[in-house]
Structure formats: C-alpha cells, structure tokens
C-alpha cells in the first residue's frame, strides 16, 4: 500500500505541476500577466502605481484575488494537515468543472484573468507533503530551493536527503512540461477547458488515496 500511495501521489504532484505551469504561461502569452508568480506582480504593483501607469490596477488586483483563492483554501482544509482527505478530491473536481464553466461564458480579459488567479491561489494552498517538505504546484520558487538546498546536503553525505530532491526535479520537470503545453495551447488557440481533464484525474486519484488511508487506519485499529 505504500508504494502504491508513493505512485499516486507523485501523479498528482506531476498533474497539478503540468496545470500549473500551463495556467500560468497561457495567461503570460494571452493577457501579458503572469497568475501564479506573485511576487513579481507585487513589484510590478509598486513601480507601475508610481508612475501612474494604467497596468497598475491588474498588478495589484492579482494578488489580492490570489490571496482570496488561498483564503477559500484555508477555510476547507484544516491546519496542520496529517493525512489526505476526500476533500482534496472535491475541491480538485471543483476546480475542474470551474475551468470548463467559465469558459462557456463570454468573459472579458480581465475576469478571466481574475477567474485563473483566483484558481491558482486555491490550487497553491492546497498544500501536499513529501518526508515533510511542501509541494508547491503553481510556482517554481519552492521547488528550485526545495531542489538547490537539499542537493547540497546530498553533496555533503547525507543520502537519505536524495528521494526529496529527486522529487522536487520531478515537479521542476513536470511544471517545465505544462509550461510548454500552455505555449501550444496559446498558438493553435486551445481552451483551457482541456485542463479540466487532469483536474478531474487529479480529483479521482485523491479519491482513491483518501480511501486507501481510510482503508489503512481501520486495519491498524484492527490490528
């Protein structure tokens, strides 16, 4: 069972990466903003309000919406979180079927961009665990850290650091790899309702991995 939860977890990690780096470079190449990298539209919000540019409204409206996003997160699932639940499904089916709905309204570009930095502030607070680092799926500034500090405690000796840093290239990867699926969706035109799809395995697998835990503890208080 374990290695069989150790399988699935790291799909998902490899689907939402691949959603999140698709989300985000989409947004980038359709609308000029990024919805993830907050940071960046932090500053952004400073130097575009001194110079009264028109941009400053979306710089300093993406992170708030973002931040809502997280909000909404942080009042579903609990704190700490000690194992996976069926609510990580749900909000992952949710967050399927929103993609595919706003996309069947005639949305400006502006609440669209609205509707993605609201998804992935959701998606980003929807925090998984590996031997207890943090899983970030909708940016990379984590996972390059996650990636640079433990393979530096590998070069010094410590072995056991390898399975983590092994997992954080996997997620850099994967995320490298919907970045180039959002750059092909952008030039043939695709919706992003196609991203529904890995939502909804992401959602069924999260399932499966609640029931397996749920499975597991039953048969420990057996045991």
Not at 56 to 78: D, E, N, Q, T
Not at 214 to 223: C, D
């Amino acid at each position: 069972m374990n290695k069989l939860y150790i399988v699935l977890n790291h799909i998902n990690y490899a689907l939402l990466a691949i959603i999140g780096g698709a989300l985000n470079t989409f947004s980038l190449l359709a609308f000029g903003f990024t919805v993830s990298h907050q940071t960046g539209n932090v500053t952004r919000s400073v130097v575009t309000s001194l110079n009264h540019s028109p941009e400053r409204f979306y710089y300093i409206m993406l992170p708030i919406v973002f931040v809502i996003g997280a909000f909404i997160a942080g009042l579903i699932f609990p704190f700490p979180r000690r194992h996976i639940s069926k609510r990580y499904g749900g909000s992952l089916l949710f967050l399927g079927f929103f993609l595919w709905f706003i996309y069947q309204l005639d949305l400006t570009a502006t609440q669209q961009l609205i509707c993605l930095a609201w998804m992935t502030g959701f998606q980003n607070s929807i925090i998984l665990y590996f031997q207890g680092i943090q899983i970030r799926t909708t940016f990379l500034s984590g996972p390059l850290s996650n990636f640079g500090y433990l393979f530096a405690q590998v070069v010094k000796g410590h072995l056991y650091n390898l399975p983590v840093v092994l997992n954080q290239l996997f997620i850099i990867g994967c995320y490298l790899i919907g970045a180039g699926l959002g750059v092909r969706m952008q030039q043939e035109q695709c919706a992003l309702t196609w991203l529904s799809i890995p939502y909804i395995v992401t959602a069924g697998i999260f399932y499966y991995i609640a029931y397996l835990t749920k499975e597991g503890h039953h048969n420990e208080r057996a045991v």
